[in-house]
């Protein structure tokens, strides 16, 4: 059994940036708990991460993050944004990416957005294609690095 809840500290822990880790980079040298806090203290209802859970196991196996954003065009429209999606290379191909997708999706919808976007890998078009997104329009990026 599968369940989704929001992440909490008792999530954050080696193993889950692990799971990130199969998405980006990530430094699993430098775990800073004062900025794990802080971060965890900085979701709200317009900005959520959320785990999925193997119950049998107790093990987070899977991440997505929601943004909600209040636009001022589109009547005021809202949109939903949904970000780092990974499921454990462990656990794919058994429709788990699809569940926590139509969960963001509910989430999206249930907040008022009128659509909600992603940017994916050019491997992950089709997988999204499945779950009812359309191809549209570019990813762009202007990256600052940091020492």
């Known amino acids: 059994m599968f369940k989704i809840e929001k992440l909490t500290l008792k999530h954050i822990n080696i193993e889950y940036f692990k799971l990130l880790s199969q998405l980006t980079v990530v430094n699993l040298d430098y775990l800073d708990q004062d900025k ?7 979701l709200n209802e317009k900005h959520q991460v959320f785990v999925l859970i193997d119950d049998e ?16 065009i ?7 944004h949904i970000e780092d999606v990974v499921i454990d ?4 191909g058994k429709n788990l990416g699809k ?3 139509d969960f963001a999706i509910n989430y999206c919808n249930n907040k008022g957005c ?11 078009i089709g997988f999204y294609k499945k779950c009812g997104f359309k191809l549209k329009g570019f990813e ?3 990256y600052f690095f940091t020492k």
């Open 36 to 42: 794990i806090k802080n971060f965890l203290l900085s």
């Open 57 to 72: 196991l107790n093990k987070v196996i899977g991440t997505i993050t929601i943004l909600i954003e209040h636009k001022l």
């Open 74 to 80: 589109r009547n005021f429209g809202i949109v939903g």
């Open 89 to 92: 290379s462990n656990y794919r």
């Open 99 to 101: 569940k926590i997708i």
């Open 114 to 124: 009128y659509k909600v976007i992603l940017d994916c890998d050019e491997k992950n």
């Open 140 to 142: 762009m990026s202007l």
